[in-house]
């Protein structure tokens, strides 16, 4: 009984935790639902009933709901943010990074992380209490980068998910044939249910190489304006939950990060870095799985 538990709990933890099992899961959710919605018969609908919505079901586990927590955390500590009048260094930087609009500072209580809309820029207090004046440089010139293209990022996010969601009102309007012993109406919620499910898994992998790409080219900018050692340094510091090779649906991970800021030839170095590290996510997970 033991075993059964440490072996689930292991299972639960190697499967949560790796981007690779997120991949896998997405992919086969996306391929099994197209292929189950597109032939129809008897026989794929049982499995539509049963594969599709089980990978449906672990892919809310395993990505939507770390997703969607970590966002209503980000946006419930952002409600007591308090606006500060911006501050002249934060000014110069702005204006040497060549941005001449207005925008606004936020500092947000209890937030261990920074981020950036179109018109503000949020700072965390729990990440400034960590960073010395560089680090903070590094953090400000990282989230005034994506303000400055908030544009250019949502235009490549609508252009990424465009053909998602044509593929999808194909999808969302076929129908699966009905069977003697489950009611049409069990069949259309689970298929729904699995359909939606399916074109999210499937926005969030179109929209996945330009977030890192976006990423790459903040961390890029707060070199420029903030130092190569201090940028690495709040990389280092970013990364709490200590697994420094984990890549996530919107972020590199913090390895390939620093890796691309100490090379010069950075394109040819991100390639090489995340083939490796997707080897080394399937040796990692490889491990988990033989340890218990
Ligand atoms: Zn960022």
């Known amino acids: 009984m033991r075993n059964i538990r440490m072996s689930l709990k292991g299972f639960w933890k190697a499967a949560r935790a790796g981007f690779m099992t997120q991949l896998v899961v997405i992919s086969a959710l996306v391929f099994t639902t197209e292929m189950c919605t597109l032939i129809h018969n008897p026989i794929t609908t049982v499995i539509f009933l049963i594969t599709p919505f089980t990978l449906g079901l672990m892919f809310v586990c395993f990505t939507l709901s770390p997703f969607v927590s970590s966002t209503i ?3 419930r500590l952002s409600r007591h943010a308090i606006e500060i009048p911006t501050p002249n260094e934060i000014k110069a930087l702005a204006r040497a990074m060549g ?3 207005k925008f606004k500072v936020k500092i947000v209580p209890n937030l261990f992380n920074a981020f950036a809309t179109r018109s503000t820029i949020g700072l965390g207090t729990k990440l400034l209490d ?4 560089d680090e903070g440089r590094s953090v400000v010139a990282h989230e005034l980068d994506h303000l400055k293209r908030a544009n250019q990022i949502l235009l490549v996010r609508i252009l990424s998910i465009l053909p998602v969601l044509i593929v ?5 309007n076929s129908t699966v044939v ?16 699995t359909i939606y499910l399916a074109i999210f898994a499937y926005s969030l992998l179109a929209t996945m190489p330009s977030n890192w790409i976006f990423e790459l080219r903040a961390d890029k900018t707060a070199k420029t304006f903030a130092g190569e050692q201090s940028t690495i340094e709040m990389l280092r510091k970013l990364d709490k939950k200590g697994n420094p090779n984990e890549n996530s649906i919107t972020h590199p991970s913090i390895n390939s990060r620093i890796k691309q ?3 010069e030839n950075n394109h040819r170095n991100i390639i090489s870095n995340l083939s490796s590290n997707i080897v080394s996510s399937i040796k990692g997970m490889k491990h988990a799985f033989n340890v218990y």
């Open 73 to 75: 955390n980000t946006y």
């Open 130 to 133: 960590v960073t010395n004046i």
């Open 178 to 193: 009905t069977l003697p012993w489950v009611s049409a109406e069990t069949i259309g919620i689970v298929g729904t249910i």
């Open 168 to 172: 999808s009102i194909g999808l969302s």
């Open 261 to 263: 800021l100490q090379s």
């Open 99 to 101: 941005i001449n609009r």
